[in-house]
């Protein structure tokens, strides 16, 4: 996501961009085909236009140059080679730049915040690392002081180990959160947490640090020597929270500073994740002095939300199914509470892909023991393969067998029945949802229409 967000800014300040990618599948083909740029398909020195200046490469294991031929050429090319943060901070120079960081929340945090701006009027530039529903473009270079940029702990390249939000020259910092994420990199809480510090320690003594109370964030800013104001949900003494939440289509809750009312906001966003998400936007946007309440308060309410961020993918079936962006155990949870705040008296089917390297490590194995416990069925899609050897892979068959010690009702999903598989194990009146960060091989593409036609609203 975020490279073709980066390739859509660049193509904005001028550049002609093109690019080289292995089993790009929607919505990020589709996004950078309508934005007039080509991505070929597979990698090949011959996809290397020869009048490149310079090169943006990642850090995708795919992208190892000893296995690599068209990523060798770049590097042998004699042409400077950049990573995305570089290049994003580069572009943030003449702007107020409001990172967004933590291990959940980012993408809809940062569209929270972009949107608001934009709806304001105040044109921000933005980079998101999601598809926004409202905003035109996943990034934008506007006209006003504010750029807001989801900031990624991940390492920025395999040759530079520093995380890639270092390189975005943060003025203000919202941290929505650290729990443990992305052991392959970080295989320990503390070895995660330690990435956060020079972030915040690095900040202007003038910049405003927003963060979510939480030992792990605690933790963090006493390490940074930096102190934040605080945001959650519930009555707090101190910092932002919201109170008096009312869940429903369109859920409500009073907004506090200090303890004080500052008035009551709506959304159609689901779950607390996102009233919680909610509240730390509308901190940062108070703090800074960049909006007023009455503005958050007309923005917020108008906010769909970001895809795959439990969005309905079946409005016309009596079975409701939301796609969430499962790649942690924190946001799996997110999105489960949220379908069982919502919608309690229903089955809930989970269809589930271990995409990310943490679902499919050993060492995380034990995630599987609770992350389910509402579910009435869930069917495990098969892990991805990209890295394997590098870290201690788990298989489908292992990550069922745990969900039956568990006492979940979980079963292999079959990938040639494919679609087929998941309708016999829907009711009518369920509600189904997607966890994923993959696109289930392709299954995904073809799966919404396919519970319409079974599961019509008149059924």
Request: with cysteine; proline share 5%.
């Amino acid at each position: 996501m975020g490279m073709s967000a980066i390739a859509v800014l660049l193509k904005e300040a001028g550049y002609h961009v093109t690019g080289s990618d292995e089993g790009l599948y929607p919505p990020a083909s589709e996004y950078l085909r309508e934005s007039g740029i080509t991505v070929f398909e597979g990698y090949t020195p011959q996809h290397i236009p020869d009048d490149t200046d310079w090169f943006i490469i990642g850090r995708n294991a795919k992208l190892d140059p000893s296995t690599n031929a068209e990523v060798r050429a770049a590097l042998e090319s004699g042409k400077p080679v950049r990573t995305f943060p570089e290049v994003l901070g580069e572009l943030g120079k003449k702007s107020r730049v409001l990172v967004v960081a933590g291990s959940y929340g980012k993408s809809t945090s940062t569209t929270l915040i972009a949107w608001c701006l934009a709806s304001a009027g105040k044109d921000p530039s933005y980079f998101i690392g999601a598809f926004p529903f409202d905003l035109p473009r996943t990034a934008r270079l506007g006209s006003g002081n504010f750029f807001v940029m989801e900031g990624d702990e991940y390492p920025t390249s395999h040759q530079d180990p520093r995380s890639k939000f270092l390189h975005l020259g943060a003025h203000d910092v919202l941290l929505t959160g650290a729990v443990h994420d992305h052991v392959n990199v970080f295989p320990t809480a503390d070895d995660y947490e330690r990435a956060f510090v020079p972030l915040i320690a690095g900040l202007p003594e003038q910049g405003v640090i927003v963060a979510a109370r939480g030992e792990e964030t605690e933790r963090i800013l006493a390490h940074a020597g930096r102190s934040a104001v605080m945001y959650g949900i519930g009555a707090s003494s101190a910092g932002y929270a919201a109170t008096d939440i009312r869940f429903a289509e369109r859920s409500s809750f009073v907004l506090r500073k200090d303890g004080a009312a500052l008035g009551t906001l709506e959304t159609v966003l689901l779950g607390s994740h996102n009233i919680e998400n909610i509240v730390g936007a509308a901190a940062m946007l108070l703090e800074t002095g960049a909006l007023s309440f009455d503005e958050i308060s007309t923005a917020v309410a108008t906010c769909t939300g970001v895809r795959r961020r439990l969005d309905l993918l079946t409005p016309d079936s009596s079975v409701r199914t939301y796609e969430g962006f499962g790649s942690s155990y924190e946001k799996a949870r997110a999105a489960i509470k949220a379908m069982r705040l919502h919608f309690p008296e229903r089955r809930l089917v989970i269809i589930f892909e271990p995409h990310t390297f943490s679902w499919r490590n050993r060492n995380s194995i034990h995630w599987y023991d609770t992350v389910f416990a509402e579910a009435s069925r869930v069917l495990v899609y098969e892990p991805a393969r990209q890295g394997s050897e590098t870290h201690a892979q788990l298989n489908q068959a292992e990550i069922v067998n745990r969900l039956h010690l568990a006492g979940v009702r979980a079963e292999a999903l079959d990938e040639a029945a494919g679609n087929a598989h998941i309708l016999q194990s829907l009711e009518p009146g369920d509600v189904a949802l997607i966890l994923s960060s993959g696109n289930l091989g392709g299954i995904l593409d073809t799966l919404p229409a396919a519970i319409t036609a079974a599961f019509p609203k008149s059924a």
